[in-house]
């Protein structure tokens, strides 16, 4: 669910669409992607804890990765790190 979050894709549509590749999604993860995704792991955890529906996490978690992208896209520090 997280990789649909953040990707728009889950681990398994992104195999099936790069067939030449090793690994998974997250090997391929840029910087910002990966500390999206870091921090949408925890939102998930609290979103399961507060009795949140799939369908409901799903939501909240792709907004929030949308909103954190923008700023660590937005971000000249972490440009940097890439």
Not at 18 to 43: H, M, S
Not at 50 to 61: D, F, I, M
Not at 74 to 82: C, D, F, Q
């Amino acid at each position: 669910m997280l990789n649909v979050a953040l990707f728009g894709m889950t681990a398994k549509d992104w195999r099936d669409k790069n067939p030449k590749l090793d690994g998974n999604i997250r090997d391929y993860a840029d910087v910002a992607q990966l500390v999206c995704l870091a921090n949408l792991e925890n939102l998930n955890a609290e979103f399961i804890r507060a009795g949140l529906s799939q369908p409901e996490r799903l939501l909240k978690l792709n907004a929030s990765a949308i909103t954190q992208m923008k700023s660590l896209l937005g971000n000249p520090g972490v440009r940097k790190l890439k």
